[in-house]
């Protein structure tokens, strides 16, 4: 009996302490237009730092971003503009994240 009740103390806090590190502070739902904001402009420079994008980007500015439907969900569309690009069609470019911060895409073509 004494080695029934610590296996169920054993698995009874095994459990909590699981729970008890996910620590408070975080939230998973929808986030704001400021959050996505700034999330989509870690995005750019993620990809400036991994050379995805040219350096240029690393400074760019976001012109706009706002909710859109894509493929029926609705998701943040952040519009950048690099203006030190040369090559035509990839001055402007789109980054699309969920509601709650993933990065879906990054693209030239906006669709």
């Given at each position: 009996m004494k080695r029934l009740t610590?296996?169920?103390i054993s698995f009874f806090l095994m459990f909590n302490v699981v729970?008890?590190?996910?620590g408070g502070g975080h939230y998973h739902g929808p986030m704001?237009?400021?959050d996505a904001a700034w999330t989509a402009k870690r995005v750019v420079s993620g990809l400036v730092r991994q050379k995805n994008l040219e350096q240029s980007w690393a400074k760019s500015p976001m012109q706009s971003i706002k909710k859109v439907r894509v493929e029926g969900d609705l998701?943040?569309?952040a519009k950048f503009t690099n203006s030190q690009v040369t090559m035509p069609g990839k001055q402007n470019l789109d980054v699309l994240l969920t509601l709650t911060g993933s990065f879906i895409k990054a693209d030239y073509t906006g669709k």
């Open positions: 610590t296996i169920f729970n008890a590190t996910a704001g237009k400021a998701v943040w569309l």
